[in-house]
C-alpha cells in the first residue's frame, strides 16, 4: 500500500499545530501527501471495479484504511 508509512506519519506529526487526533492527522495526511492518498483511491476503485456482481471485497475503503493505521500508530507512539 503506502511505502514509508512511518516516516510519512512522523512528518504529518511534526507539521500539527494543535493536538495530534486521528481527524486531525488525516486531515493533514491528506493535504501533506496528496499522491498517496490518490493511489489508495485508485487502488481501491480498480479492485472495486474487477470484482464480480455479488461478491464482498476484502479491501477496506481507503479513508477507513487509512484512518486505522493513523489510530494504531498513534496508540505505538504513546506507548512508547
Known sequence: ???HLEEKFKNTLAHLDEK???QNMF???LAL???EWKFLK???SKFNRSKQFGKTIPL???EQQLRKQIRTWLKSQVLK
Open 27 to 29: 486531515n493533514q495526511f
Open 42 to 44: 485508485v487502488t481501491f
Open 60 to 62: 477496506p475503503r481507503p
Open 33 to 35: 501527501y496528496p499522491a
Open 20 to 22: 495530534p487526533s486521528e
Open 1 to 3: 500500500m503506502i511505502q
